[in-house]
């Protein structure tokens, strides 16, 4: 049986719960067969834990994605794009690619640091990649600098940023509230470009979550690979990251990534999805 072809621009993640490693392991466990474009290597101080991010040659990315591109692809995502380069290449090549299945993951920072990797890459996003998104998945901080309003703190917050960022291209967002925000469940808002909606599940005290951005954008891609709608991609994707995070384990000292295997072997928690 052919498999759907999914396909992932992005960085990798030495330590194995983020970037593409998290990606090809989501992508297996929904039955698609991932194919990666390597745009740099995340490596890690073990003293500390300090990231450094090493951006491969562009003509070796550019090589990469005509390899994976020349066998048809079913969907692809981005993650990390560090250079505004880069995101131009990546957002060329998508749009000759021609599917419509695009997930934009719009990686700003390395979890654990607070610096921006490129300033300049926000507005490159906006240029390259926003208007090809059929789904688009920041999480508060990265909502707040796309849409320009700053990180949101409330769900009406949210609704400002998703509204904005559905103007300046992307089909359908998803905000990734979890935990970081004020709510008593772990909250995403999901806007399809008319409606607004809530996905809810409840809070994990955890802090095993290394690689739950990637591996939520990736189940997305994944589903709509599969045939699902904007819709109904996004909320297996809440039941698949939350069941990840779930079952999140302790890799070392300074980090624990997801689990992504785990609503294949324990069940997904309950997700309900409201309409506000």
Not at 20 to 33: S, V
Not at 52 to 64: A, D, F, G, R, S
Not at 247 to 255: F, K
């Amino acid at each position: 049986m052919a498999l759907k072809k999914t396909l992932t621009i992005a960085g990798s993640d030495t330590s194995g719960g983020a970037g593409m490693q998290a990606d090809l392991k989501t992508f297996q466990e929904h039955g698609t067969y991932g194919m990666v474009a390597l745009t740099v290597v995340v490596t890690m101080d073990p003293n500390g834990w300090t990231h450094n991010v090493t951006p491969l040659p562009t003509e070796l990315l550019q090589k990469q994605i005509n390899t994976a591109l020349s066998t048809g692809i079913d969907a692809v995502k981005t993650g990390m794009l560090s250079t505004e380069e880069i995101i131009r290449i990546a957002g060329d090549a998508i749009a000759k690619s021609g599917t419509t299945n695009v997930v934009i993951d719009p990686v700003m920072v390395c979890k654990g640091d607070d610096e921006v990797l490129n300033p300049g890459n926000t507005d490159a996003m906006i240029q390259h990649l926003l208007p090809l998104a059929a789904v688009i998945t920041p999480n508060l901080f990265e909502a707040g600098q796309l849409a320009g309003t700053g990180t949101p703190k409330t769900i009406e917050d949210m609704k400002v940023a998703a509204r904005k960022i559905n103007e300046l291209g992307a089909k359908a967002v998803v905000i990734k509230g979890g935990k970081a925000l004020a709510t008593e469940k772990a909250t995403d808002l999901f806007f399809d470009g008319t409606t607004f909606y809530l996905l809810e599940s409840e809070k994990v005290s955890s802090t095993y979550n290394h690689g739950a951005g990637c591996t939520f954008a990736a189940s997305v891609t994944a589903n709509l690979a599969n045939g699902l709608s904007i819709k109904e991609a996004v909320i297996e994707a809440k039941e698949f990251v939350s069941a990840a995070i779930a079952h999140g384990w302790a890799l070392n000292d300074y980090v624990g990534p997801v689990m992504h295997g785990a609503k294949s072997r324990f069940g997904a928690p309950e997700v309900t999805v409201s309409e506000i």
